[in-house]
């Protein structure tokens, strides 16, 4: 699978210290990778939630839950307008490639 997208800089504050701007730098490849994990289980498994994509790719559910918007931002994702319930019993978005 060849993918061409550009994830959006994670960003410190100017007045926070050089070890949170150089955090921020390093997370752009984490970040990519995260990304290209969603993708592949979206592509392999069809429309998921959030909590169902982290379960299939080993990220947590707050990690898929920051690329989604990112790749929905880049026209790779997008909702399907489905919710389905969490274990929790709260209802979440359906996502599907595009």
Not at 27 to 54: C, D, F, N, S, Y
Not at 59 to 67: A, G, H, P, S
Request: proline fraction near 6%; hydrophobic fraction near 40%; charge should be positive.
């Amino acid at each position: 699978m060849q993918l061409s997208f550009m994830l959006p800089d994670p960003k410190a504050r100017k007045r926070d210290p050089q070890t949170s701007h150089d955090a921020a730098a390093s997370m752009k490849v984490a970040a990519t990778a995260q990304a290209v994990k969603v993708l592949m289980v979206l592509r392999q498994h069809g429309p998921l939630g959030a909590e169902q994509i982290a379960e299939r790719s080993g990220l947590d559910k707050f990690q898929v839950c920051r690329r989604l918007p990112e790749l929905y931002e880049a026209g790779l994702v997008a909702p399907t307008g489905d919710t389905r319930k969490t274990v929790a019993g709260r209802q979440e978005r359906v996502w599907e490639c595009l």
